[in-house]
């Protein structure tokens, strides 16, 4: 994977081996964003299964199950369902607000719950959901974009928020995917995109996508949103989202919902664009979402640099709800939601 800490001063891909490694890869932020967090997390319980094989000797592992018969044959069914159940509860309790994360991990424990008559037998399953997952991610991004670049007219000003690209997904985004789609159509857009503090999710890493495609950005501090849009210089607003309860509410990073209300405020029209994944119809409304709070240090600091005087308190959620209510319409690979949702 891109190790999204270091960007864009540096284009560093990192190399996960152990589910050790990737959930603090997780829970740094060096792989982020729903879809991409749900991809991680079934490859994650691949590297659990491989885990399991090197507790033997003559262990080999291979993934592409072309040398299966190659496996140790003292480990059984059961013993590898006990470890993947252990360590589906340790991925999904990384980041617990992108439902995209838990949604994928399900996938896979409803393929090795199954009684299978060997663990190569269910690894080969195994290996071809997460294949699956990640496949139908990148037709997801392209079916998405299609539907939400029809919304976007030449000359648009696109006003976004946090990073919803391809870093963000195993394609070509989400959010800035119906940008990129729009671009490709031949529409010219130009995009605003919030910092996003605290980790500058929109500054160094959506900035950085729209330069890669030559497509003009400009970035903003969060707070400069509502003066953009009281001047009319915002066409419309289109972020992603985190986890979209049955009613329409969404969450997605912090200062969202900010935003949300000035769209509304001065009649931009407010789109989330997400896949259906993201949809959590089991949570009747955003009350039940749980939202992830971060260390207080990432407040207190800009870039390793104290920023606020010792011992300060801070509050750090990451992510807010926006109300279905402010919400124009959803762009999904399926098509576009207007209201009432
Ligand atoms: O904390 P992050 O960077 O993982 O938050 C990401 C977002 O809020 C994105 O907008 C969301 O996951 C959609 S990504 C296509």
Redo the contacts with the bound molecule.
Sequence with gaps: MIDQTLLPAEYKILRVTTLEDLCEAIGS?RI??????GVAGAYGLLLAVEEKWRQHDNYYFDAGHTKLDTFPPITTVAAVQRHLDNAAKQIVAT?PT?VNLAWAVERMKTVYSKRWQSPQEMLANLYREAMAIYEEDIDMCRALGRQGAELLKDGDNVLT?????GL??SGV????GVVFAAVEGGKKIHVYADETRP?L?GARLSAWECKQRGIPVSILCDGAAASLMSRGLVSCVV????RIAANGDTA??IG?LSVAIVARHYNVPFYVA?PSS?IDKSIPNGEAIPI?ERSEEEIREFCGVTTAPKGTRAVNP??DVTSHELITAFVTEKGVIHPPF
Excluded: I, M, W
């Excluded at 982020?32 to 967090?37: H, I, K, T, V």
């Excluded at 985004?173 to 800035?176: D, M, S």
């Design positions: 932020l982020r964003g729903a879809p991409a967090l980041r992108a928020h946090c990073n919803t690209g963000a997904t985004g989400t959010a800035l980790l999710q972020v992603g989202a985190d997605n990073k969202t997400a993201t992830e990451a992510f």
